[in-house]
């Protein structure tokens, strides 16, 4: 499928057709040839840029590995995350600052299958009160 027909969901009209849409009768057959084979050659050269960006794309591509303890470290995990992958490189993890009360159970969450969880509020924080013209209305 042509790029423009997956961006626009049409085909592209070019200069030799930009007149009404319908049956056409083109006059002259050279016009159809040279249009053709211009065509042809933005195709071979389309297709050579995107085989250089491919052959670059697949030579910076390489699997990293690492061993653990050099930079990433090996979580003891639970069984009831046993689909969670338990090595992480030290970029990805963060500093946690948060208080030591605070923790959540992990019985408390419920884990779908894949791995989602819905947060549930526990309670209303503040309120307000938004004055209309004629009416008060409660912000939660």
């Known amino acids: 499928m042509p790029p423009f027909v997956m961006l626009y969901g049409r085909r592209c009209r070019t200069s030799v057709c930009w007149g009404e849409i319908g049956h056409k009768e083109i006059e002259s057959l050279e016009v159809v040839q040279e249009t053709s084979l ?3 050659h933005i195709k071979a050269r389309m297709k050579v840029a995107q085989d250089h960006q491919k052959s670059n794309a697949n030579k910076r591509q390489r699997p990293i590995q690492f ?17 969670i ?11 946690c600052l948060a208080d ?5 159970l992990l019985i408390d969450i419920e884990v779908d299958e894949q791995l989602n969880y819905i947060e549930e ?9 938004k004055q209309l013209r004629r009416t008060v209305m409660p912000l939660v």
């Open 67 to 83: 061993n653990v303890g050099e930079v990433t470290y090996k979580l003891d995990l639970p069984d009831e995350l046993e689909g």
């Open 38 to 40: 211009r065509f042809d």
């Open 121 to 129: 509020p526990a309670d209303i924080v503040g309120r307000n009160e």
């Open 85 to 95: 992958y338990s090595t992480f490189h030290v970029s990805h993890l963060r500093k």
């Open 100 to 104: 030591e009360m605070s923790h959540v």
